[in-house]
């Protein structure tokens, strides 16, 4: 590995508390290690939760449109930063430096978003029944939100819920994922930088929990923490949604895809081929949004996939920080382990396997870096239903287009989808209420790479929670209905009398 020490300090990581804690931080791109950090006791995320209650006191009292004004300092931030966090996303992930410096760039258009949307927290007015009355519904900040983010998108996702979350009247507890703490105590010393330069923030706007699974159970099981917001797996959403729901609390869940692409007779084949390599091949598969799933009409698919194996084939695999690589390592070797036997079970189950091999193990034995792997199947078996973190592709034929959607919609998980049409009917089909059953339905573009402007999320086993663009910020907030007498009267709604003759 490169020495790290100018890129650590550039973003404000000092090499002296970076060492000589229990919990080690390694790098996917030679799997050596780059920190070892003190991780947080229950008692020590006690402690921050009562700190961002403390925090939320006095945030909630300040007008949104000034809280937005942080954000906006926050955003002027992580430009001037881009390309150092950028090149930490790509050093704790392994993704390559162009997809490290997108997320980046994702938390900067999530920024601009939530500046705009401080002045646009609105209610509605509602007609009441009754004469000299109003109805209206205002919206309050919610109080200290806790966030858990997944290891391959380090920092976006927690930026969409953090840019909001401020601008609500919210404070953070972040914890991370334990693969990659560094990227999120970066962004916390770029948000610093930002909250100086505003000046009357107070402190513990956002405190950042490093640990595992027992430091995850506190966040999640405080009652105080009136909002838990999960990115990962189904198997972590079902968990979490579970403690969360014991205590009655709120929860947002952005949990596991299976993302299937339809590709119809009358698809440009050019376009699905460049859009399944992106997102098939990209984040070396390790994307929520990732394509698993290729339905091919039996016209098109011998077309289809020559192509397609012969672009696989030549797809750079190495190094992330070079630039001309587009596939970088998976993130550990259990990431390998089940790779590998996932493609040996769906062998079993009739699949013919291509790609899928470990290369580099040669020069970095510490690292799993792999060619991507189709799979032609036979069916859609229980193997393919299931989500594997890893660029395994399975590609099935269908012969029409209700045959293609009941393939499609039948896995348990409902994240991202897109159909490769240019027939008018087949398309609005597939986004109409009985095409796909996904939170993002797609038509000519990838199921991935999703704009911050819309809501993010999906349905069935992804949890059905909704982050970023569109509404989300709701989840952020509490709403209150309040009913206003101006007149001099006092009757009751449906009519009732109470004790009065008149
Ligand atoms: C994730 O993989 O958890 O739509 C998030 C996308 C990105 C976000 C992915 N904007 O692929």
């Known amino acids: 590995m490169k020495d790290l020490t100018g890129l650590f300090q550039s973003l404000g990581l000092d090499p002296a508390t970076l060492a000589g804690g229990a919990h080690a931080v390694r790098s996917p791109i030679d799997g050596s290690e780059i920190a070892r950090l003190a991780p947080d006791t229950p008692g020590d995320v006690g402690a921050k939760v009562a700190r961002a209650q403390d925090a939320f006191a006095a945030w909630r009292r300040v007008p949104a449109p000034v809280r937005g004004e942080l954000i906006r300092l926050f955003g002027e931030e992580l430009r001037a930063h881009k390309d150092g966090l950028g090149e930490l996303v790509t050093v704790e992930t392994g993704k390559i ?114 640990g595992g699974k027992q430091a995850g159970e506190a966040l999640v099981d405080d009652a105080r923490v009136p909002l838990i917001s999960a990115t990962g797996s189904c198997a972590m959403g079902r968990a979490v949604g579970a403690r969360v729901a014991a205590r009655l609390g709120r929860s947002l869940l952005e949990l596991g895809g299976n993302n299937g692409m339809i590709v119809a007779p009358s698809a440009d084949l050019d376009l699905a081929e460049r859009a399944i390599l992106f997102a098939a091949v990209g984040t070396a598969g390790q994307r929520c949004t990732s394509l698993r799933r290729l339905i091919v009409h039996e016209e098109v698919y011998d077309a289809l996939l020559p192509r397609l194996k012969s672009a696989y084939a030549s797809v750079a695999v190495g190094d992330p920080l070079d630039p001309g690589t587009l596939i970088g390592p998976l993130i550990r070797e259990a990431a390998y382990d089940k790779m590998r036997a996932t493609l040996e079970t769906v062998a079993g189950e009739g699949g013919a396997v291509f790609g899928g091999e470990r290369v580099l193990a040669g020069e970095l034995p510490g690292a799993y870096y792999v060619t991507p792997a189709i799979v032609e199947m036979p069916g859609q078996t229980e193997t393919v239903r299931e989500e594997t973190f890893a660029p395994i592709l399975y590609a099935m034929k269908y012969r029409d287009l209700d045959d293609a959607i009941r393939i499609h919609n039948g896995v348990p998980q409902g994240l991202a989808s897109c159909i490769f049409t240019t027939d008018l009917r087949e398309a609005e089909t597939f986004t109409s209420g009985v095409g796909s059953d996904c939170g993002i339905v797609n038509v000519n573009i990838g199921p991935s790479g999703a704009e911050i402007g819309g809501a993010f999320g999906g349905e069935k086993d992804t949890g059905g929670g909704r982050e970023s663009g569109s509404d989300a910020w709701k989840s952020y907030m509490r709403r209150a209905t309040n009913t206003i007498n101006y007149s001099n009267e006092l009757p009751l709604a449906q009519g009732i009398r109470f004790g009065d003759d008149s």
């Open 97 to 210: 430096l162009e997809e490290g410096k997108g997320e980046v760039q994702e938390m900067i258009d999530i920024c601009d978003f939530a500046v705009g949307l401080s002045r646009q927290l609105y209610g509605l007015t509602i007609a009441s029944e009754r004469p000299g009355h109003k109805m209206m519904e205002s919206w309050h900040p919610l109080g200290p939100v806790g966030v858990i983010t997944a290891f391959n998108f380090p920092v976006a996702p927690w930026a969409w819920n953090f840019a909001l979350a401020l601008v609500c009247g919210d404070p953070m507890v972040w914890k991370p994922s334990e693969l990659t703490p560094l990227s999120a105590l970066a962004c916390r010393n770029i948000f610093d930088k930002a909250a100086a330069r505003f000046g009357a923030a107070p402190d513990d706007l956002l405190q950042i929990v490093v």
